[in-house]
């Protein structure tokens, strides 16, 4: 049972526009998520994080969006960059377990932005 | 800084042979993990390490082994290969002493087992 759900599994825009990365999660346990960001032959590198407590972090141009209601969560680049072209993982914890450490991934969306 | 080193970045074994796949950090983190990747699949949990002498199970334990004797490194043994368990293998680490400190990955190690 898939806890973390990127339905979408891959998404192109145009660079300068926003790009719009959704995620939706099943477990009402989890209580932290994050986005990481992977380029082939490399590991994933962390990009941006959401506390349950809030509803929106922003760092640049990167935001996240959190609708705990619903269980899903949305990352938007604005504006979007050729080299923001990766593969985007959303992963999501239980803080008592350790926030930073047993991290359930989605499979993954594989964003191309266009020049 | 090295960060994360996995070695090595590329593997060929055959059926029923066995390997190690070392990860070492210089961050000082007490946690460690490996995960898996397959197509399709995302991420997945092999084993995690709370601090040196503690592992356990993540979501995908069969097949392999694991130790943690010091802080700084966290190998993960292969008994006897299966062709199912070809992917890439990501070992990352993490600090306790910040709250919310991020997962930092190494590169990977992409495992062929024929």
């Known amino acids: 049972d898939q806890q973390v759900k990127q339905n979408s599994p891959s998404l192109s825009v145009q660079e300068g526009r926003i790009s719009i990365l959704n995620c939706d999660y099943t477990?009402?346990?989890?209580?932290?998520f994050l986005w990481y960001k992977k380029y082939p032959a490399e590991g994933p590198t962390f990009l941006i994080s959401i506390s349950s407590i809030k509803d929106k972090n922003e760092d640049g141009r990167f935001t996240v969006f959190l609708n705990k209601s619903a269980k899903h969560l949305s990352l938007h680049i604005v504006p979007s960059q050729p080299g923001d072209s990766a593969v985007y993982f959303c992963a999501a914890s239980v803080v008592n377990t350790g926030a930073n450490s047993k991290l359930t991934f989605g499979k993954g969306i594989t964003l191309s932005v266009r020049p | 800084n090295a960060g994360v080193t996995q070695t090595p970045k590329f593997q060929v074994l055959k059926t029923g042979q066995s390997m190690t796949l070392q990860c070492a950090q210089d961050m000082n983190h007490e946690y460690m993990s490996w995960y898996r990747q397959d197509p399709g699949m995302g991420l997945r949990l092999i084993h995690y390490?709370?601090?040196?002498?503690?592992?356990d199970q993540g979501e995908v334990p069969n097949g392999y082994n694991v130790s943690r004797s010091t802080t700084e490194d966290f190998p993960l043994r292969l008994l006897s290969a299966a062709p199912s368990q070809t992917s890439v293998y990501f070992c990352a680490s993490s600090s306790f002493r910040q709250e919310y400190s991020p997962l930092h990955f190494g590169n990977g190690t992409r495992l062929t087992v024929t």
């Open positions: 477990n009402s346990m989890f209580d932290y």
């Open positions: 390490s709370v601090g040196a002498g503690i592992t």
